[in-house]
C-alpha cells in the first residue's frame, strides 16, 4: 500500500489556512499535515481541523514530501537558507509568496529540488479561489499533476508559464481588493439615493456573487452579458455611459498593470536579498 502525502505549510496565514482546508476537503487527512509559524497566534484555526501545529520549519519539512512556503516575500531568503539542508530530491517545495521567482526559489534551494510556484487568492478561504502555478526546472508532468490535482478543492486551478503569474498577482491576487471596492461604491451609490445602508451592502455582494457565478457558468464574454442586460434607452446604458465617463474601464486595466509591477519588483528584491546571502 502506497504510504499517504505529508504535507507541510510553512506559514500560517490566511493562504495557508485556505489551500490547508480545500486540501482537508479532499482525500488527505489532518493527521498528515503540520503548520509551523513563529508566532502561535494563528494556529487554533489549525488545531480545529486536527491539524498539529509546531514553532520549528524543520519539523515540517523532515515530516512533510509536499511543503508549501506561505510567508511574506522577503522572509523567503531566510526560511530557504534554514530548511534547506533538509530538503532532499523526494521533496516538492511550493512557494505562495508574491514576487517571488523560479530562478530566485532554484538558486536558494538544492540543486534538483522539485519547485513550483503558485499564486492563490484569499477566496480560498471558502474554496472559490483562482489559483495558477509554475513548474521549476526538475518538476515533471506527474508533479504537476499531483499538484494540480491537491488543489482542487480550493476552486478553480490552473498551470501557465511562470510570465503569467505575476499578472495573476494583479488580476485575481488584488484583484479581489478591486472587486471589494466596486462592491463599496455601487453600495454607497444606493445609500445616496435613500436605501439602509445594511440592505445595500447585501444586495450589492449578492449582485457580485451572482454576476460572477453567471459569467463564470455560461461561459460567455462579458461584454456580451453586459449588452444583454441593456436596452436602448434603458437605465443600464445611462449607468454604464456614466461609469465610462468616470474611466472606470482604463482605471481598472491601470489597476491591475500596477499591481502586476509592483509583484515583479518584490520579486527583484528579493533575488537581490538572495544573491547578497
Known amino acids: 500500500m502506497d504510504m499517504p502525502l505529508r504535507i ?22 489532518p493527521v498528515n ?17 486536527g491539524i498539529s501545529v509546531t514553532h520549528f520549519n524543520s519539523d515540517v519539512v523532515s515530516g512533510s514530501d509536499l511543503v508549501f512556503v506561505a510567508v511574506k516575500p522577503h522572509l523567503v531568503p531566510g526560511v530557504l537558507r534554514e530548511i ?15 514576487g517571488v521567482t523560479l530562478a530566485t526559489l532554484e538558486l536558494l534551494l538544492p540543486i534538483d529540488t522539485v519547485i513550483f510556484r503558485l499564486m492563490p487568492n484569499l477566496p480560498c478561504l471558502l ?25 482542487q478543492h480550493c476552486g478553480l486551478v490552473e498551470e501557465g508559464p511562470e510570465a503569467w503569474i505575476d499578472v495573476h498577482t494583479g488580476l ?14 455601487l453600495a454607497e451609490g ?29 461561459g460567455k464574454h462579458p461584454a456580451q452579458l453586459r449588452s444583454d442586460v441593456c436596452t436602448p434607452g434603458g437605465t443600464t446604458i445611462y449607468g454604464l455611459h456614466t461609469l465610462e465617463q468616470g474611466g472606470l474601464r482604463a482605471a481598472t486595466m491601470s489597476a491591475v498593470e500596477s499591481a502586476t509591477e509592483r509583484a515583479r519588483e518584490l520579486g527583484q528584491k528579493t533575488a537581490a536579498a538572495g544573491n547578497r546571502n
Open 8 to 29: 507541510g505549510f510553512i506559514g500560517a496565514g490566511n493562504m495557508a489556512y485556505g489551500i490547508a482546508k480545500g486540501i482537508l476537503s479532499g482525500d488527505v487527512l
Open 172 to 185: 485575481s491576487g488584488s484583484g479581489v481588493a478591486f472587486v471589494y471596492l466596486f462592491a463599496e461604491a
Open 84 to 98: 534547506s539542508q533538509l530538503v532532499t530530491q523526494k521533496h516538492i517545495i511550493v512557494s505562495v509568496a508574491a
Open 33 to 49: 499535515v503540520k503548520v509551523s509559524a513563529p508566532s502561535p497566534r494563528n494556529f487554533g484555526r489549525f488545531e480545529e481541523l
Open 190 to 218: 444606493a445609500v445616496k439615493m435613500g436605501m439602509p445602508s445594511s440592505l445595500a451592502h447585501s444586495i450589492a455582494a449578492q449582485t457580485i456573487v451572482g454576476a460572477g457565478r453567471f459569467l463564470r457558468d455560461t
Open 127 to 151: 474554496q472559490e479561489g483562482a489559483l495558477l502555478f509554475s513548474r521549476g526546472s526538475c518538476a515533471k508532468p506527474e508533479d504537476a499533476a499531483l499538484l494540480s490535482s491537491l488543489l
